[in-house]
């Protein structure tokens, strides 16, 4: 039961990815070129009873008030108790380039005790950047990921009613301030820093223009120097890159997850000689407590006599495993294999493996 409920992955890697040859534009981002972060502050307007109880969120009554006092509305002094509002955070990302009147997906969550944003509109709402300045206007029909059912003595919540998404749902009304085609020099940032990577790009690149046209400046940085690719524009120069392929250089790493006990291995691991035993120590505690009555008519009172029962029980384990000095992963997963373990044990061994300086790879516990 324990290992169909907990899964383990053992990935070479090496040999089927690593090696692969992999794209420029898939291992680096390009100076300048980057999406911007915006949010706004809405109301969400056409729920069936399950918006924000205005007592607990009045926050959501001062921005109806507000906006009904824009359309023309004089709401001064009168007492807002509906059931179909909520107030939400609305969040998207502005790619970069995009252009005024063009189209982006956004985020709607629930802020105040709103049960449900299911069936609900988004009400025009302005999407700040960290500038504090419009970029885009969200507003259209919500589409939530859940459903609430409930009666009087019990409620069911199926995925998170309370987050929804409007697909193309906000408009581009100002554009990012960026001109790629005044840069001189665009630096190519690689996702994963290696020195040997960033050696190989700059070869590459170099390789396919015949002449020296890129520098690496450091493990996560290429620079690339646009007048002497001799391209019409930047754009051109790096639609002429992104696709050249390499062979990219990955360090030898150890991912363990311990809330779902996966383990994922890469083709570099590797292990020194080493003997692994493993064996489980259970501790049991009964507590069967005794009343103890006086005699009918007899003077006395109850008395609780604890009675506890303890006991210590040691598998027997499963002996010695050993594993090969420099094994590859493929005897790695033998060697462990051979402990008969599952998952959730595996980690405890991995990371013991690791204490004893036997598991050279980076360890990385989330």
């Known amino acids: 039961m324990i290992i169909a409920r907990v899964l383990l992955l053992l990935i070479c890697s090496a040999s089927v990815a690593f090696s692969s040859p992999v794209r420029i534009k898939d291992l680096v981002e390009f100076d300048g070129v980057r999406g911007n972060d915006l949010v706004g502050y809405g109301l969400v307007v056409g729920l069936n009873g399950t ?8 926050f959501t009554e001062e921005i109806m008030s507000n906006i009904l006092e824009r359309l023309g509305v004089n709401v001064s002094g009168e007492q807002f108790r509906p059931k179909n509002v909520a107030a939400v955070l609305v969040t998207a990302s502005l790619p970069a380039f995009s252009r005024a009147g ?16 299911l069936g609900g509109t ?14 885009a206007v969200a507003q259209g029909s919500i589409i939530a990921g859940g459903a609430v059912a409930e009666g009087d003595g019990a409620e069911v919540t199926k995925g998170v009613p ?20 005044d840069l001189d020099e ?9 020195f040997t990577t960033a050696a190989r790009v700059e070869q590459a690149i170099n390789s396919n223009f015949g002449r ?7 493990s996560r940085t290429v620079s690339l120097d646009i007048p002497s690719t001799r391209m019409r524009s930047v754009a051109h120069a790096l639609g002429r890159i992104e696709n050249i392929e390499i062979e990219p250089e990955r360090k030898a790493r150890v991912v363990v997850d311990q809330r779902s006990g996966t383990i994922v291995m890469g083709e570099d691991v590797r292990i020194s000689r080493v003997a692994v ?37 040691e598998e027997p384990g499963i002996g010695l495993a050993e594993v090969p000095d420099g094994a590859s992963l493929s005897e790695v997963i033998a060697g462990l294999n051979a402990l008969g373990v599952a998952p959730r044990d595996m980690i405890d061994i991995l990371k013991s493996i690791k204490a004893a300086g036997a598991l ?6 989330n």
Do not use: C, W
């Open 51 to 58: 918006g924000d109880g205005l007592r607990n969120s009045p």
């Open 102 to 117: 063009g189209k982006i997906d956004v985020t709607v969550s629930a802020i105040g005790d709103s049960k449900s944003l």
């Open 122 to 135: 988004l009400v025009m709402t302005p999407l700040n950047a960290a500038d504090g300045e419009i970029y």
């Open 162 to 181: 309370t987050a929804g998404v409007i697909p193309a749902g906000a408009r581009v009304e100002r554009e990012i301030d960026f001109d790629l085609s």
């Open 186 to 194: 665009v630096r190519l940032a690689l996702r994963e820093a290696d």
């Open 212 to 218: 020296q046209v890129a520098v690496m400046i450091d």
């Open 277 to 313: 035993s493993q064996g489980n120590l259970v501790l049991r505690i009964q507590e069967t407590p005794l009343a103890i009555q006086p005699n009918p008519f007899a003077e006395g009172e109850t008395v609780i006599v604890p009675r506890t029962e303890a006991e210590i029980e």
């Open 360 to 365: 050279h790879a980076e360890f990385v516990v």
